[in-house]
């Protein structure tokens, strides 16, 4: 707390106390006027005027009422005896005015408003602080000084006070302890209050029954005043009457604190079954109530139900008050005598406490039948009392000698009647007691009436105020000064998850501390109190249960996910089971103004922690999207989805990125032709990225349909450095010469070879030209010229799905018009109409919009045609005539191909997988796109490599499953096993050339591989005359006839 705090606070406290002061004032001035009445009712002047006969009359009641105001006074003595902080901050607060006192200018108060509050607070200290509430109501002056009133001196007052005494101690000791107990405890403090007054008036003392008030202690140890103050009876009498503990030995003072040491540790042992069996009691009674409560009523059975109802509500009431009883005493006895409380005994309170708001819940859900029926039982309670009463007054009618007493007593009785016909309120309840001391003198009552009469009345005091002494029963506000067990509790409720519905009640529990909050004064407003206290629960609800809740969750969705790695033990019969899942079947829990929704807070935690680590490690989406379908599958969480797959909002890899850096990404990604797509060749992550058409499409609705022609342009710029390289491969003399060697030898032997290449000469190429030197990595000059042409065909792969995606967007875009051959024009409408130059202006901008996008649908640009015209007439100009041999070198190319991919596949099944690869069509695209460019498909195709690659693999798998079949018999396992491999070796060659086959002519499809460089020329020609002709004719058609001049 800030340094002047507390004194600002005492300041703020000052009118609170000065008001408690008029209200102890007045209970002085009240306990004087009842002492007073009684001493005139019940005189020993025989001189005195006589109000009424008093010799069998007992006012029971006034006593109790009187006992009630002295255990307020006792109460407030005992709360400030306990407030160490308020006596702290009062003498802090009297420093402070010291100060002012010296210097009140300074303070900016006056010097004569100052005295005047000194003393106020002088008096304030002296009645409230000191601890003499109680002791200055029982010191007053009773008997009147000018000779009215005498009381200490009224010995018939004395002996009616004593005997009254006596009549109550004798019912509230039978009660105590009981099962059947209602309100005994409390009646017993006002008993020893009134014990006090009565020694303090008449200076007498009963030693015997001074006895039995302390031999109560050994029954009942403590008793709790209000929320966290507690009282010890034997304390209050020896301190109080200290003549009458002269009497009493030492040894009987020691029992009774040793008894209440001894309370402690027999309760500590048997608060677990005695939570058990009350769990049992309240269940019962539970099941019960909605019985009762649900079946319909009989009209022939009506008193009967109604007397089930009223001991049903009675029962649950009893129970309420023994279960308050217990958890009050034990923990305000633990906390008072600070004596540490084991984690068990905690755990059982706890219940206990849960329990009690069972009930409270029990009668708060049916409280509109509970409500009914109160009504109901209270009419029927009072038939009886009626019924008793006017039997007794027929009795004392029926006796002719009336007597002043007897008409007194006829009187009462018929005041009793007229109160009980009406609402059972508490003043007509008061009115019917204090008439009935005064009617059951004379006997008029036999006692086997007056005890059920007794019995009915107390009944209807407690089912008229059922409801107030439930609400009464089960507040636990005292747990505010307790908050130390509910770390305890929510640990306890974590791991016994199974029944977590639980927490509504302990929540309801303590949302019963903020009504007394709200009454504070010391601050500037009860909100700041609210506000900490609201803080802390929610502080340790956080640390104890909910994060615990949460991390579990997380490891168990991650172990779960990772079972394959085995990171731990998860066999649920060797480490047990815990199942959560049961925290999110409960209703959200209100608390404050807020609900508090565990399913929302674990999945709100999840998502986030999903969605952060997966923007930190993007390679990870696929196992947070996996443990996300668990939560949802084991624990019902509604995920949501984080939309980072790999990218965000699926874009991949953007189109300007791709763009900048083509050289790189047709060097680090593999095409697949017919589906499409992009696959990373090799990553540090634990997932390969992919570029597919969506991606694509998404770039361009980004960015705009204007960069498809960007990216085209900086291909181009991309493939004539490529091309440069490529004809100084071909240009090398080595590569030059062995090619022309390679035409002139199958020019010779294609007669004799069915006009196919052979398959050894490509092999041989492919071999031979490792001589020419490798790189350090092991490639050879043809390995690079392989990966070169990739790199080209990959370049042509990406333009193709550039387009691929223009349309898709394009698509897209146009879905919304509803006919593409019928568009209306906007601005036609929009002139029609009159409307204003913006809007004529923005219907223009419209149609020109919706034009683009019509034309760019229907057409789609040729980029393949572009880029094919743009580079041919330089490759099949004279000057680059080594490039015409191109078509040679294929082959062999192919050959290293299909090795390299072989390689790349077998390398999906190691561990290392570096290099592994299962597509790379950009080859067959690259191949087929310079075939084109120098328009060699023919001479090409005149080699029919691809049958004589055929025929030589079968001719070979033949011979070996021949030899297969000639060895099966010589059962040689070993030479069988070599031969499989052979076999299993030739037919997967054969399968990649297959593979590489379709590739290519699939690939030639694009570039119209079924036309020459000549065929096309002519077609070009042809159409061009065409369109002359036509543009001629509509001349001819629009040009007027000649005029006639006759």
Not at 646 to 651: D, K, N, R, V
Request: aromatic fraction near 10%; proline fraction near 2%.
């Amino acid at each position: 707390m800030v340094e002047g705090d507390c004194q600002i606070q005492m300041g703020r406290f000052v009118s609170f106390l000065q008001e408690l002061s008029c209200f102890v004032t007045r209970c002085y001035e009240v306990v004087v006027n009842v002492v007073h009445q009684l001493a005139v009712l019940y005189t020993s002047n025989k001189n005195a005027p006589k109000i009424i006969e008093t010799s069998g009359v007992h006012f029971q009641a006034m006593y109790e009422h009187l006992g009630e105001l002295l255990t307020v006074l006792i109460t407030l003595d005992e709360i400030i005896d306990n407030h160490a902080t308020l006596k702290d901050h009062w003498t802090m607060y009297k420093r402070l005015l010291k100060s002012v006192h010296h210097n009140p200018s300074k303070f900016g108060i006056q010097e004569d408003k100052l005295k005047p509050f000194e003393k106020l607070l002088l008096k304030l200290e002296c009645q409230l602080l000191d601890g003499m509430i109680f002791q200055a109501c029982i010191e007053q002056q009773f008997d009147s000084v000018n000779g009215g009133v005498s009381v200490s001196k009224n010995s018939t007052f004395a002996e009616e006070f004593a005997h009254t005494l006596r009549t109550a101690f004798a019912n509230v000791e039978a009660k105590l302890g009981e099962p059947s107990e209602i309100d005994q405890r409390d009646k017993y403090v006002g008993i020893c209050g009134l014990f006090v007054l009565h020694f303090q008036i008449f200076r007498t003392i009963d030693k015997k029954f001074y006895k039995s008030l302390l031999d109560v202690c050994k029954k009942v140890p403590a008793i709790t005043l209000t929320a966290n103050i507690i009282w010890f009876a034997d304390n209050f009498l020896i301190q109080k009457i200290p003549a009458a503990a002269k009497l009493l030995d030492k040894k009987s003072i020691h029992t009774v604190k040793m008894q209440r040491e001894n309370f402690l540790q027999q309760k500590a042992q048997s608060l677990t079954k005695d939570m058990q069996s009350y769990y049992v009691f309240v269940s019962s009674w539970m099941t019960k109530m909605e019985s009762i409560l649900s079946k319909e009523q009989r009209v022939d059975k009506f008193a009967e139900d109604l007397s089930n109802r009223c001991n049903v509500f009675i029962q649950g009431f009893l129970y309420a008050y023994s279960l308050s009883t217990i958890v009050k005493t034990t923990m305000n006895l633990y906390m008072s005598m600070q004596k540490p409380m084991t984690k068990t005994s905690v755990k059982a309170l706890c219940r206990l406490v849960e329990l009690l708001k069972a009930i409270e819940h029990m009668f708060y859900r049916r409280s509109m039948v509970v409500a009914d029926s109160v009504t109901h039982i209270a009419q029927h309670l009072q038939y009886q009392a009626l019924h008793s009463i006017s039997v007794a007054k027929k009795r004392v009618i029926s006796d002719k000698k009336y007597s002043e007493q007897r008409l007194d007593v006829l009187s009462a009785l018929v005041l009793a009647e007229n109160t009980l016909n009406g609402p059972s309120t508490k003043q007509r309840r008061l009115i019917v007691s204090l008439a009935l001391s005064v009617g059951t003198q004379m006997k008029t009552f036999k006692d086997e009436e007056l005890i059920p009469l007794q019995l009915v009345l107390k009944k209807l005091d407690l089912i008229s105020e059922l409801t107030e002494r439930v609400r009464a029963q089960c507040d636990c506000r005292f747990l505010y000064w307790h908050r130390a067990v509910f770390p305890i509790y929510l640990d306890d409720v974590y791991e016994n998850a199974v029944d977590s519905a639980r927490l509504h009640y302990m929540f309801s529990a303590l949302r019963d501390c903020v009504p007394a909050m709200m009454q504070a004064r010391h601050l500037e407003s009860y909100e700041v109190l609210l506000e900490c206290y609201d803080k802390e629960i929610m502080e340790v609800l956080n640390e104890h249960l909910l994060d615990k809740l949460c991390k579990e969750i997380e490891k168990d969705l991650r172990l779960s996910v990772h079972t394959h790695l085995k990171l731990d033990d998860r066999n649920p019969f060797r480490v047990g089971m815990k199942d959560l899942a049961h925290f999110f079947f409960l209703n959200p829990i209100r608390f404050f103004n807020r609900f508090i929704d565990i399913k929302a807070y674990v999945t709100h935690y999840l998502d986030k922690t999903f969605y952060n680590l997966t923007t930190v490690a993007l390679h990870d989406w696929a196992t947070y999207s996996e443990m996300r379908n668990l939560a949802t599958q084991r624990y019902g969480l509604s995920m949501t989805e984080a939309h980072l797959p790999s990218q965000t909002l699926e874009q991949g890899l953007d189109v300007l990125e791709i763009m900048r850096n083509i050289h790189v990404f047709v060097s680090r990604y593999l095409y697949n032709l017919n589906n499409q797509i992009f696959i990373e060749r090799t990553s540090n992550n634990k997932h390969l990225n992919t570029i597919n058409i969506r991606h694509i499409a998404n770039s361009i609705r980004t960015h705009g349909t204007g960069i498809m022609n960007t990216t085209v342009n900086f291909t181009y710029q991309f493939l004539r450095k490529k091309f440069y390289i490529f004809s100084q491969f071909m240009y090398d003399e080595h590569i030059k010469s062995r090619l022309i060697k390679d035409i002139r030898f199958f020019r010779e032997v294609k007669d004799q070879n069915d006009h196919k290449y052979p398959f050894e000469r490509a092999d041989k190429f492919n071999r031979g030209i490792r001589k020419l030197g490798i790189t350090p990595d092991g490639q050879s000059y043809l390995d690079q010229f392989r990966q070169l042409i990739s790199q080209i065909g990959n370049a042509m792969g990406y333009v193709r799905m550039i387009r691929s995606g223009g349309l898709h967007c394009c698509s897209s875009a146009i879905r919304f018009v509803p006919d593409l051959e019928d568009i209306v024009n906007f601005e036609e409408l929009v002139k029609e109409e009159g409307l204003s130059e913006e809007t004529q202006k923005a219907a223009r901008q419209l149609d020109s919009v919706l034009g683009d996008l019509a034309r760019n649908f229907a057409e789609g640009t040729e980029y393949f045609k572009m880029l094919v015209d743009v580079f041919a007439p330089e490759f099949r100009s004279p000057k680059n005539m080594h490039l015409r041999n191109f078509y040679i070198i294929v082959p062999p190319l192919t050959l290293n191909f299909v090795e390299h991919s072989i390689s790349c596949k077998e390398k999906l099944n190691k561990k290392n997988k570096s290099g592994a690869a299962f597509t790379d069509d950009g080859f067959a695209m690259g191949v087929a796109y310079i075939l084109k460019l120098l328009d060699q498909y023919q001479e090409f195709d005149s080699l029919h490599w691809f049958q004589s690659v055929r025929e030589k693999y079968v001719k070979e798998i033949r011979a070996v499953a021949k030899q297969q079949n000639v060895q099966s018999t010589n059962q040689d396992e070993k030479l069988l096993q070599t031969m499989n491999l052979t076999h299993k070796r030739l037919e997967v060659c054969l399968q990649e050339f297959e593979l590489l086959y379709f590739s290519l002519s699939s690939a030639r499809i694009f570039f119209r591989a079924d036309k020459t460089a000549a065929e096309e020329n002519q077609e070009k020609k042809e159409k061009e005359e065409e369109s002359v002709k036509a543009s001629n004719g509509d001349l001819a058609n629009s040009t007027p006839a000649d005029p006639v001049v006759k």
